[in-house]
């Protein structure tokens, strides 16, 4: 007797690693998208064969879709860059020359309200644009494993003469560090956070720029003399248009730090940011080292 029930509890465990194999069989070919239905018979195996087919049909028809749709947003998307750019850099052209012309010294603040007012609506269009791609997983950031140095220098190279013309230095060197990050849009975030210490610091301050290589993650570093950001707001800076009322004086359209989020989060990186009003604020930007798959 009990060799007749050790037999059938192999059986039982025989049967059902053959199930499980054949399931996991299943999973790996849909993973792979080679999954072909087999002859059919009436085992519940065979049955759950066909409705497995027709959910990875019915997915792939999603899929497709989404797809579909994500074309159209991406093609909306252009247009409008494409039909707003012409008539803005006519405008901003105009408004030069306007500058360069006029001598009533009654127009000059009124051309000087022009010009301004037309980089602004040209800011807040491109960075609309930019935040769409973003929520729409139109705009493809390709992380690849590099190191960090090049492109923390680029950004600092690109705000340095903007800083300058305020009186601020824009210190750091010595980057070290490989993470795996998309080159032009991570460097495009760090330009926001070191453009966002240009704009709330002080004449004759410093903005301080540094890496750190940790086991998982490279970190970019910006501290800044500014106005800094209350605990409370601490959490509500990086969602679009949110502005602190520290910050109400100056121009901005609250999404740059937005912009910096989204870049981070999608590489599989975040950010921090360590503040104290009056004190300045340092923004740290974390790159994963592994390749998301």
Not at 154 to 174: C, P, Q
Not at 212 to 224: G, N, Q, R, S
């Amino acid at each position: 007797m009990k060799k007749d029930v050790s037999g059938k509890h192999k059986w039982i465990l025989r049967k059902h690693k053959n199930t499980m194999d054949f399931l996991e069989k299943m999973l790996e070919d849909a993973i792979n998208d080679t999954f072909e239905e087999k002859d059919y018979d009436e085992s519940r195996l065979s049955r759950l064969e066909v409705k497995w087919k027709r959910f990875l049909s019915s997915s792939m028809t999603s899929r497709h879709r989404i797809m579909e749709e994500q074309e159209r947003i991406k093609g909306l998307i252009s247009d409008i860059s494409h039909q707003t750019r012409t008539p803005l850099s006519n405008i901003l052209l105009y408004s030069e020359l306007l500058q360069e012309k006029e001598t009533d010294p009654a127009l000059l603040p009124i051309v000087q309200n022009i010009k301004e007012q037309s980089e602004k609506l040209d800011f807040l269009i491109r960075s609309l644009v930019k935040a769409s791609r973003l929520e729409s997983d139109v705009l493809a950031l390709r992380p690849k494993n590099q190191p960090v140095a090049p492109m923390v220098e680029a950004a600092i190279a690109t705000l340095r003469e903007e800083a300058e013309k305020k009186g601020i230095r824009i210190s750091g060197d010595n980057f070290q560090g490989r993470a795996c990050f998309d080159r032009k849009w991570t460097q495009e975030a760090l330009e926001n956070m070191i453009d966002n210490g240009v704009k709330y610091s002080p004449q004759g301050s410093e903005i301080r720029v540094w890496t750190t290589d940790y086991e998982m993650f490279a970190a970019v570093h910006i501290k800044d003399q500014g106005v800094g950001v209350r605990e409370e707001e601490q959490c509500r800076i990086f969602e679009r248009f949110y502005r602190s009322m520290d910050a109400a004086e100056e121009k901005g359209l609250g999404l740059g730090l937005y912009l910096v989020r989204e870049i981070a989060v999608r590489q599989g990186g975040y950010v921090r940011i360590k503040s104290k009003p009056g004190m300045g604020s340092t923004f740290s930007f974390y790159m994963n080292k592994n390749e998301r798959r």
